[in-house]
């Protein structure tokens, strides 16, 4: 399913994925969500059981650099010296930042993207406590990430 909020971004989310009204989360609302939902599908890892993870998309400002614009964040979070993974990826979007973290019984991660202009950034997060499953939440977040366009205005 095709999604447009605010004909700021577009992208495209699984049809396993139920969209949560914003009115539900004044919150996140708050802190930018376009989009909040829940995957609810078959595990990967044991297909006679579902899956679910909470999968939100934020939109921010930000004043990152031309060049490299995710290296100040990526170090000021190994700065921090918390168990985490820090990868670098690109999409048709732009470059983009993926952080994986663990926190007890349950994975969580964030792919940051920017905007034309570098002035708003969109993240895509994703958690589960179905952390067998996390190689396939992390392909979920990979293909809804390569999906995602913006509007630079």
């Known amino acids: 399913m095709t999604i447009q909020q605010d004909k700021r971004i577009r992208f495209t989310v ?3 994925m139920y969209e949560i009204p914003l009115s539900a989360e004044p919150d996140l609302v708050q802190a930018g969500a376009v989009y909040v939902a ?3 599908g078959r595990s990967e890892a044991d297909p006679a ?3 679910t993870a909470r999968f939100g998309i934020l939109v921010q400002t930000a004043q990152l650099p031309d060049d490299q614009p995710f290296r100040a964040i990526a170090d ?3 700065a921090r ?3 985490r993974e820090i990868t670098f990826d690109e999409f048709p979007a732009g470059p983009a930042l993926l952080v994986e973290e663990s926190l007890r019984d349950a994975r969580f991660a964030q792919l940051i993207l920017a905007f034309p202009g570098r002035r708003r950034i969109v993240t895509l997060g994703l958690s589960t406590t179905d952390t067998g499953d ?5 392909r ?3 293909t809804v ?3 995602v366009s913006m509007d630079c205005s």
């Open 81 to 83: 010296d918390e168990p």
């Open 49 to 51: 059981r579902l899956t």
């Open 145 to 147: 990430a390569s999906t």
């Open 134 to 138: 996390w190689p396939h939440y992390l």
């Open 140 to 142: 979920l977040l990979r």
């Open 38 to 40: 829940t995957f609810v």
């Open 14 to 16: 699984p049809k396993q």
């Open 76 to 78: 000021d979070l190994v």
